[in-house]
């Protein structure tokens, strides 16, 4: 289990600071299967999750919408045919926020279940 996913999101007030490119290059390697992308000028984190179907992937977007709402942060979601892709970053920051890492590590376990065989 990801430290990071055990970690207690913060509320990101407007005029909360982001994390610094040091910062977030420390945090990383605690997330290898995620991307540091840019889109528009916005730093995010990006991982595509593969899945066998496309239902599967949609209880999986579900799952994660709930983390979301729970959280009050909120990714993109993108289902597509075997595989979701989720981007978060912090809008009121327009960059990342240590939220945005806890989540992401947050979302690995929640695919981690999907790949535990159950057992009937
Ligand atoms: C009021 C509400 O909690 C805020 O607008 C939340 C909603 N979800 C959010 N999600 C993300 N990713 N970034 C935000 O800044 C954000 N703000």
Known sequence: MNPLSQETCTPCRRG???LTPAEVAALLPQLPRWDHIEIEGIPQLQRRFPFKTYLQGLKFVHQV???????????????????????????????????????????DDLYREFLRPHFV
């Open 16 to 18: 909360a600071v982001g």
């Open 65 to 107: 919408a709930h983390l979301a709402e729970e959280n009050h942060h909120h990714p993109v979601l993108v289902l597509e045919w075997a595989q979701v892709t989720v981007r978060w970053w912090t809008h009121t920051l327009g960059g990342l926020h240590r939220n945005d890492f806890i989540l992401a590590a947050r979302c």
